[in-house]
């Protein structure tokens, strides 16, 4: 399954929303995740089953959608939020992730 | 909190073989699927494969490993119970494979919850 991510990058400024597509090459019900990833660091999981928040994770992060078409939006970007997200279909294997986001201080 | 750490040689010679561990603390390595992904530098990520290793022995072992087509004829991944640690070769390895190599663990649903730090192996002469 191919995962389309965009954009690739944005400029955005604290206290903006902002919102990141993924879009699947075939129906995967709601088996999509969210990640965050900061230099240096492992990925961390954001959002699971499209929508569900992880543990821990602040409310300023949701995610939408089913079957091939997916949105994470981040409302009211913080200073800690300006870095690179990623999707991942779990939906099967082999698991794919999109491109990657870069989200920047405008 | 189950943590996972990733160890292995950072530098391998090309053709050669890529070995690295990762070492479960905090809990069983039983009824997990625990898997491995690789990040080059600058650029997104990408999943290898899981090993399953399960308690009940009548578990089908044709379902224990489950690899990237793109990488399956060259990796192997490995499970020892007694050290609770799980293992990644990746054999005939050229430049394309320096990355950054990240163990974790599948959660329910898929989401891969739990993560090592990562280690950088380079392959260069």
């Known amino acids: 399954i191919q995962m389309t991510q965009f954009p690739s990058s944005l400029s955005a400024s604290v206290g903006d929303r902002v919102t990141i597509t993924c879009r699947a090459s075939q129906d995967i019900r709601n088996d999509l995740g969210w990640y965050q990833q900061k230099p240096g660091k492992a990925p961390k999981l954001l959002i699971y089953?499209?929508?569900y928040l992880q543990s821990g994770v602040p409310s300023r992060f949701s995610g939408s959608g089913s079957g091939t078409d997916f949105t994470l939006t981040i409302s009211g970007l913080q200073p800690e939020d300006f870095t690179t997200y990623y999707c991942l279909q779990d939906y099967n294997y082999p698991r794919t992730f999109g491109q990657g986001t870069k989200v920047e201080i405008k | 909190q189950v943590q996972l750490q990733e160890s292995g040689p950072g530098l391998v010679k090309p053709a050669e073989t890529l070995s690295l561990t990762c070492t479960v603390s905090g809990g069983s390595i039983n009824n997990y699927y625990w898997t491995w992904l690789r990040q080059p530098p600058g650029k997104g990520l990408e999943w290898i494969g899981y090993?399953?290793?399960?308690?009940?022995?009548?578990?089908?072992?044709?379902?224990?490993?489950n690899y990237n087509p793109s990488l399956k004829s060259r990796v192997t991944i490995s499970v020892d119970t007694s050290k609770n640690q799980f293992s990644l070769r990746l054999t005939s390895v050229t430049p394309a494979d320096t990355a950054v190599y990240y163990c974790a663990s599948e959660g329910g649903g898929g989401s891969y919850d739990n993560w090592g730090q990562g280690t950088l192996v380079t392959v260069s002469s």
């Open positions: 090993i399953y290793n399960s308690e009940n022995t009548n578990y089908n072992p044709s379902l224990k490993t």
């Open positions: 089953a499209a929508s």
